[in-house]
T-cell receptor
Framework: AQSVTQLDSQVPVFEEAPVELRCNYSSSVSVYLFWYVQYPNQGLQLLLKYLSGSTLVKGINGFEAEFNKSQTSFHLRKPSVHISDTAEYFCAVSFSGGYNKLIFGAGTRLAVHP | DAMVIQNPRYQVTQFGKPVTLSCSQTLNHNVMYWYQQKSSQAPKLLFHYYDKDFNNEADTPDNFQSRRPNTSFCFLDIRSPGLGDAAMYLC?????????????????FGPGTRLTVL
């Protein structure tokens, strides 16, 4: 069965520091990978996605992620975070060959402190 | 701007009193989804419509139903809400079947409806 694991439930970080949010997946078929951000009482906003091609993907708000097939990972990074990046971040996968059903990880709460 | 709209943003209902949540979209997407997200948890897919075809997830309780009268609208009906159904309900849309990977593989989410059951 396919699954997504976000290794950290919470990540505290100081403003302007770099951050990495970790995501690993398990699948026997090719995958598409996504990172979504959710601010309090809001829906999900797509940060970036990997469908094919270059394994380094750049998204909105200065975020990027790298697809590593051998390690089945898709970690999210930002070189310098802002207070406004405080939010919940969800990694998700969908699977090629079918319709685009998303399977989400449990989420990582990023807390940026001044 | 093309978007996914959910009404109301906040809904309060009483235990056992039927409630309907609404979702509309201006993206002309052929797939619409309903997710349930409980506090501090990931969104959980309840069901989706691919055009007019309804697809229920295996573990979605019978208490949850959905209607899609046309391409633009989709409703979530909770027949007898229990306290455990209090959650954020997210509607999402996507395109499918274009054959173009870039277009077929992104879901667009609405802002959600937070349901409180008293």
């Amino acid at each position: 069965a396919q699954s997504v694991t976000q290794l950290d439930s919470q990540v505290p970080v100081f403003e302007e520091a770099p951050v990495e949010l970790r995501c690993n997946y398990s699948s026997s078929v090719s995958v598409y990978l996504f990172w979504y951000v959710q601010y309090p009482n809001q829906g999900l906003q797509l940060l970036l996605k990997y469908l094919s091609g270059s394994t380094l993907v750049k998204g909105i708000n200065g975020f990027e992620a790298e697809f590593n097939k051998s390690q089945t990972s898709f970690h999210l990074r930002k070189p310098s975070v802002h207070i406004s990046d405080t939010a919940e971040y969800f990694c998700a996968v969908s699977f090629s060959g079918g319709y685009n059903k998303l399977i989400f990880g449990a989420g990582t709460r990023l807390a940026v402190h001044p | 701007d093309a978007m996914v709209i959910q009404n109301p943003r906040y809904q309060v209902t009483q235990f056992g009193k039927p409630v309907t949540l609404s979702c509309s979209q201006t993206l002309n997407h052929n797939v619409m989804y309903w997710y349930q997200q409980k506090s501090s948890q990931a969104p959980k897919l309840l069901f989706h419509y691919y055009d007019k075809d309804f697809n229920n997830e295996a573990d979605t309780p019978d208490n949850f139903q959905s209607r899609r009268p046309n391409t633009s609208f989709c409703f979530l009906d909770i027949r007898s809400p229990g306290l455990g159904d209090a959650a954020m309900y997210l509607c999402a849309t996507s395109r499918a079947g274009t054959g173009e990977v870039e277009k077929d593989n992104e879901q667009f989410f609405g802002p959600g409806t937070r349901l409180t059951v008293l």
